[in-house]
């Protein structure tokens, strides 16, 4: 017997909460570290950003699946950029882009440095875990001037994200084995 071999071209969803697309799916395709952020946590911080949210411009640094762009621009931001290096998840949010025929988005293929440029209200940093990205990413985002930066990692962040004085916890909290929160830049 002949077993055919098949190539895992799997294709996952997730969909947007709230907002003009609520209810929308968002499709993405398996690669290896993507893990969009999950519900429970997205809720939450589109919770904390509802006030302020409408026609902001946001920035989803290592977007993966886009998943948190797509829930702002669903909840009223002006403009998402999405920056992604990984060329088949860049497709796929492209794909979804035209799907929900979005135009007030730009998405940059290729390393986070590329989307370092400009100025941005809010700004979603949710790097690889394993990379330990964060303490250099918040150093290298103070010149976009956002008024808020949220922030998802495996590990606590609250005994060193203030160890220069540059940003404040405004909110944080903890889902099962993730830690994320909601900062401001201390203005001197």
């Known amino acids: 017997m002949n077993a055919k071999k098949t190539t895992k071209?799997?294709?996952q969803q997730v969909q947007i909460?709230?907002?003009?697309?609520?209810?929308?799916?968002i499709h993405f395709t398996e690669i290896d570290g993507l893990r969009p952020t999950g519900?429970?946590?997205?809720?939450?911080?589109f919770n904390w950003l509802q006030p302020v949210i409408e026609g902001k411009t946001v920035l989803d640094?290592?977007?993966?699946?886009?998943?948190?762009?797509?829930?702002?621009?669903?909840?009223?931001?002006?403009?998402?950029?999405?920056?992604?290096?990984n060329p088949r998840a860049v497709k796929q949010i492209q794909a979804n882009l035209t799907a929900l025929s979005i135009s007030q988005a730009n998405l940059i293929p290729g390393d986070y440095h590329q989307g370092?440029?400009?100025?941005?209200?809010?700004?979603?940093?949710?790097?690889?875990?394993?990379?330990?990205?964060?303490?250099?990413l918040l150093k290298e985002i103070l010149p976009l001037s956002p008024h808020y930066v949220f922030i998802e990692?495996?590990?606590p962040f609250a005994d060193w994200i203030n160890t220069d004085g540059e940003y404040q916890?405004?909110?944080?909290?903890?889902?099962?084995?993730?830690?994320y929160g909601l900062l401001t830049i201390n203005k001197a």
């Open 9 to 11: 071209t799997a294709k």
């Open 153 to 155: 990692d495996n590990q």
């Open 17 to 25: 909460i709230a907002g003009n697309y609520r209810h929308r799916k």
């Open 39 to 45: 519900a429970r946590i997205r809720e939450t911080l």
């Open 116 to 136: 370092l440029n400009g100025q941005y209200d809010i700004v979603l940093l949710d790097p690889p875990y394993a990379l330990r990205l964060l303490p250099v």
């Open 61 to 85: 640094l290592f977007a993966g699946s886009g998943i948190l762009g797509f829930e702002a621009l669903s909840r009223g931001a002006k403009q998402v950029t999405f920056v992604e290096k």
């Open 169 to 179: 916890i405004l909110k944080s909290k903890k889902a099962g084995h993730i830690y």
